[in-house]
């Protein structure tokens, strides 16, 4: 039996990421990586190291078997790795292109919610409180 290796959190509510999510889960075969929808209403900050709604919407985060959290492009390079596909974000560790992919995830991180034309990151996260006020 595999061990769970990594902790995805991932906004379920977004297109693309549903879409790469999906793309990872038919790749997990041995089922290393858990994948955790923090757009869900039962998203708990308290039971992943504390990664808030905020932070985990404003960019994408991932806790590894040892505890270690992970954010930005070092999510994506560790769970290609663990399905096996590690060889498509190895670029991303050399000096110089390492550092333009890094650069270019701040720009989509910044910019995810209006191009898939969702809601504001302030308007995500009041409605998140209102709906818990109401709960």
């Known amino acids: 039996m595999t061990q769970l290796k990594l902790t995805l959190l991932f906004d379920g509510g977004c297109p693309l990421c ?3 999510i999906s793309f990872l889960r038919s790749r997990d075969r041995w089922n290393t990586i858990s994948f ?7 998203y708990s900050p308290e039971l992943y190291r ?3 709604y905020r932070e985990a919407m404003g960019r994408i985060h991932a ?4 505890g ?3 954010k930005d492009v070092q999510v994506f ?7 096996g596909l590690g060889w498509v974000y190895a670029p991303t560790t050399w000096p110089l292109i390492g550092n333009l992919i890094d650069e270019v995830y701040r720009l989509w991180a910044r910019w995810r919610l209006p191009f898939t034309r969702r809601p504001s990151l302030d308007q995500l996260c009041t409605s998140r409180k ?6």
């Open 50 to 52: 504390g990664i808030s």
């Open 18 to 20: 549903q879409r790469e």
């Open 63 to 66: 806790i590894t078997d040892r």
């Open 130 to 135: 209102l709906a818990k006020k109401e709960t």
């Open 77 to 83: 390079r560790e769970a290609y790795q663990l399905v």
């Open 36 to 42: 955790v929808d923090i757009d869900s209403p039962t």
């Open 68 to 70: 270690e959290i992970l």
